[in-house]
C-alpha cells in the first residue's frame, strides 16, 4: 500500500521536531520510500553493530501475517533472533527502525522488557508484569527524552507551568532544557503537525556543557542514559510526564506571541487530584 504522504527527506531535515533521526535520514540515499534493503544497507554500516539484549545483530525482515507462533511474534522473534519485522511503504513501521538507527540500546532494553513480561512469572498479588508493559509501550510509540540543566525549568514542567516554561523562560529554555522525540507513534504524528501533538516525557538531568556537544555526542549519550533508565525502573506510566511539544520555541509558526499559551485545552493545568 503506498503511503499517504510522499517520502521527503528534505522536509523531515528541516524539521525540528525530527532533528533526532537527522542524521539517519541523511544517510537513506533514496528518492523514494524506503526498502527493506535500503535499511538493511545503511544497518550493516554501523559502527559497532546494532544488537539485541543477547548480543544478536539486528536485521529488518518483511512482516509475516496470520496466526503465529509465540517465537515468531514481534518482540520475541525481535528478542531470540535479532530479526525485525516490518512492512513495506508503512511510515509507523519506517520510523520504528529509524528510532533503532538512532537509540540502539534504548530500544533492545525496551525489547528486552517486552521479552520478559511475557515469559517470566509476575511476583504473586502484583499487576508488575502489566504496569511495565504498559510503561515500556508508552515510551517506545510516544515518548520524548525531556533534559535539563536547570532544575526550576524541569519543576516548572512537572507542575504544568507552560506560560511560564516555554514563554517567560523562552530564552532560558533554549540553552538549559532540550527535547528529543523517542517514540515512532509521536513521529508518525509529526509528519502532520496539529495543536494536540504531545509526547510523554522521560526528564534527565544533565551538566550545562551537553548543549554544546555535538548532535551525534548527545544522541548516543542519550541512548545509554535512556537504556540504563530502562533497566532499573520503567515500573509506572506515571514516571511519564505530558509535554506539549508544539509549545517549544520554533516548533511551531504560531507559538511567537503569548496568547498561544492561553489555550487550556492544549497546555493544561495538569492532573487533579480526587477529594479525599
Given amino acids: 500500500m503506498k503511503p499517504t504522504i510522499e517520502w521527503n527527506p528534505n522536509s523531515l531535515l528541516c524539521s525540528l521536531l525530527f532533528e533526532p533521526l537527522h542524521i539517519a535520514i541523511a544517510s537513506l540515499e533514496t528518492r523514494n520510500f524506503p526498502t527493506l534493503i535500503d535499511l538493511n544497507r545503511l544497518l550493516a554500516t554501523q559502527r559497532p553493530a546494532i544488537t539485541v539484549d543477547s548480543g544478536l545483530p539486528i536485521r529488518f525482515i518483511a ?23 516490518t512492512r513495506v511503504q508503512n511510515w509507523h513501521d519506517l520510523l520504528n527502525a529509524l528510532v533503532w538507527l538512532t537509540f540502539p540500546k534504548s530500544k533492545a532494553a525496551i525489547n528486552r522488557l517486552h521479552y520478559r513480561a511475557f515469559t517470566e512469572k509476575p511476583v504473586e498479588g502484583t499487576s508488575q508484569r502489566g504496569a511495565v508493559r504498559d510503561m515500556s509501550t508508552l ?56 495543536v494536540g501533538l504531545t509526547g510523554q516525557g522521560l526528564m534527565l538531568a544533565v551538566e550545562a556543557d551537553f548543549f554544546a556537544w555535538t548532535s551525534s555526542k548527545q544522541l548516543s549519550y542519550l541512548d545509554e542514559r535512556v537504556a ?20 517549544m520555541p ?27
Avoid: I
Fill in 63 to 85: 512482516q509475516q501475517y496470520g496466526k503465529l507462533a509465540f517465537e515468531a511474534q514481534y518482540e520475541p522473534r525481535c528478542y531470540l533472533e535479532g530479526l525485525l519485522q
Fill in 139 to 194: 515510551f517506545d510509540e510516544s515518548g520524548v527524552v525531556v533534559v535539563y540543566s536547570a532544575p526550576e525549568l524541569a519543576l516548572l514542567m512537572k507542575n504544568f507551568q507552560w506560560k511560564e516554561l516555554f514563554w517567560q523562560r523562552r530564552e532560558q529554555l533554549k540553552t538549559s532544557m532540550g527535547f528529543y522525540l523517542f517514540g515512532h507513534g509521536l513521529y508518525e504524528k509529526a509528519l502532520n503537525p496539529y
Fill in 228 to 247: 540504563d533508565y530502562l533497566n532499573s525502573h520503567c515500573r509506572s506510566t506515571r514516571e511519564l510526564t505530558p509535554v506539549p511539544l508544539l509549545g
Fill in 250 to 276: 520554533g516548533w511551531s509558526a504560531d507559538n511567537g506571541c503569548a496568547a498561544y499559551y492561553d489555550n487550556t485545552q492544549y497546555f493544561r493545568p495538569g492532573r487533579r487530584k480526587k477529594p479525599a
